[in-house]
């Protein structure tokens, strides 16, 4: 199984609604990702997980939390947000070595389209 | 922080010609990866490339590390309807966690 699967693929949220998105690979991989993505720009790194512990905080406003429950889950919790936050949320999944440095490829989910109004 | 531009923005052919598109650092890199992403979808892995100087080939795709690690090209022979979407080069430094994308290239092909 070489695929990272995201639910849900569009949600729409008030800027007062808390929501969650959620990501999913059998890979055996041990780093995880969450990436932002506006229209015709490139992805924007939010987080990594490693060994399912936090690595990276790419300076991402505490509206977003981001959870990593076991090496095959990673969720985004999301309260408060605001319109700008309307993007596309993409998740990655890569190995990492034994220093929990992640390496080679990164497998992306489709993605879950954000709206907020 | 690290830039990665790509150039050109975008690039219109006609279906049989090259294409290249070019990426530049503005940090020597330990690593370069290059993603495709078609229209509405999300990125894929092309190939990744470690060695100063190193060039590989998939088919119809050729990749180039340069010499100094801190750009990279990716070209494009007889190009097809099947290559439209943006290509984004992707670049690590030292031993660090996070990948920093490319600005992409929008590849549109007509027949």
């Known amino acids: 199984d070489t695929e990272v699967t995201q639910t849900p693929k569009h949600l729409v949220m008030g800027m007062t609604n808390k929501k969650s998105l959620k990501c999913e690979q059998h890979?055996?991989?041990?780093?995880m990702y969450w990436y932002k993505q506006k229209a015709k720009k490139p992805p924007e790194l939010m987080f990594v997980?490693?060994?399912?512990?936090?690595?990276i905080n790419e300076s991402v406003p505490s509206r977003f939390s981001p959870e990593c429950p076991n090496s095959s889950l990673l969720n985004l919790h999301l309260h408060a947000l605001q319109p700008e936050d309307s993007a596309l949320y993409l998740c990655?999944?890569?190995?990492?070595?034994?220093?929990?440095?992640?390496?080679?490829?990164?497998?992306f989910g489709p993605g879950t389209r954000l709206t907020v109004l | 922080g690290q830039q990665v531009m790509q150039i050109p923005q975008y690039q219109h052919v006609q279906e049989g010609e090259d294409f290249t598109t070019y990426c530049n650092s503005s940090?020597?890199?330990?690593?370069i990866q290059w993603y495709k992403q078609r229209p509405g979808g999300h990125p894929v892995f092309l190939i990744q490339l470690v060695k100063s100087g190193e060039v590989k080939k998939q088919k119809r795709l050729t990749f180039q590390f340069g010499e100094a690690k801190k750009n990279s090209s990716l070209h494009i022979t007889a190009t097809q309807t099947t290559d439209v979407g943006t290509y984004f080069c992707a670049g690590r430094t030292g031993t660090a966690s996070k990948l920093t994308f490319g600005t992409g290239t929008r590849l549109q092909v007509t027949l």
């Open positions: 990655a999944s890569s190995q990492a070595n034994l220093g929990g440095l992640p390496y080679n490829e990164q497998f």
């Open positions: 997980y490693s060994y399912e512990k936090l690595s």
């Open positions: 940090t020597t890199l330990s690593n």
């Open positions: 890979m055996g991989h041990r780093a």
